[in-house]
């Protein structure tokens, strides 16, 4: 069983920092890619920012220059750095890693995996 847990949600002024961490925990083989999304109230979930296991990066122009991604694959971790942030950047904020391979090496399952979600309210 492969389990998403988030941790660094909370509240924060405008134009300040927070760093939101998401980890993997379970039996799995690796995960291709991991991101961060969020919801904001009367709002359709959308892309922030993902990150595959090689590196490579994505970002919604609404959060470039200003959020970061990145990923621990020895701790199997995604965090995401958020700088300068501004009310509309409040939302839940949901951990996702596509691709996880579990199973074996004979047989493999892929799996899609969200975290539970964690608030970040923008607020002075």
């Known amino acids: 069983q492969v389990q998403l847990v988030e941790s660094g949600g909370g509240l924060v002024q405008p134009g300040g920092s927070l760093r939101v961490s998401c980890a993997a925990s379970g039996r799995f083989f690796s995960i291709n890619v991991m991101g961060w999304y969020r919801q904001a109230p009367g709002k359709e979930r959308e892309l922030v920012a993902t990150?595959?296991?090689?590196?490579?990066?994505n970002y919604a122009d609404s959060v470039k220059g200003r959020f970061t991604i990145s990923r621990d694959n020895a701790k199997n971790a995604v965090y995401l750095q958020m700088n300068n942030l501004k009310p509309e950047d409040t939302a839940v904020y949901y951990c996702?890693?596509?691709?996880?391979?579990?199973?074996?090496?004979?047989?493999?399952?892929?799996?899609?995996?969200w975290g539970q979600g964690t608030l970040v309210t923008v607020s002075s």
């Open positions: 996702n890693a596509d691709r996880i391979r579990t199973g074996s090496f004979l047989t493999s399952r892929y799996l899609n995996l």
């Open positions: 990150i595959t296991s090689d590196g490579r990066t």
